[in-house]
């Protein structure tokens, strides 16, 4: 069993950068990857990115490729989602979720955290 919970979320004007973390609980956590989604209102949640459970590969969506890096620190049991030059459509909740490495671009996971909020003001 694997408990994520998500934090650093908050508001911040357009450019800048925020940090999250998704914590986990759980001695089998470093057999997994991870991946981060996100959910707009009245939207459906998206893929985000993803990172091998051994840090060494990473993917991202176009939409926030070059802006966005995701790390893993497998001693803490602790992935980070590293956002910046942040847009008002970067606007969403953020989940982060473990599971198998390619499922996770299809939405696909086995454990899921509660969100964070993250609001880019213009």
């Known amino acids: 069993q694997v408990l994520l919970v998500e934090s650093g979320g908050g508001l911040v004007q357009a450019g800048g950068s925020l940090r999250l973390s998704c914590a986990a609980s759980g001695r089998t956590f470093s057999r997994y990857s991870t991946g981060w989604f996100r959910q707009a209102p009245g939207k459906e949640r998206e893929f985000v990115g993803r990172?091998?459970?051994?840090?060494?590969?990473?993917y991202y969506a176009d939409s926030v490729k070059g802006r966005f890096t995701i790390s893993r620190d497998n001693a803490k049991n602790t992935v980070y989602l590293q956002m910046n030059s942040l847009k008002p459509e970067d606007t969403a909740v953020y989940y982060c979720?473990?599971?198998?490495?390619?499922?996770?671009?299809?939405?696909?996971?086995?454990?899921w955290g509660q969100g964070t909020q993250v609001t880019v003001s213009s």
């Open positions: 990172i091998a459970n051994s840090g060494d590969l990473t």
């Open positions: 979720a473990a599971g198998q490495y390619y499922s996770l671009t299809y939405l696909r996971a086995d454990y």
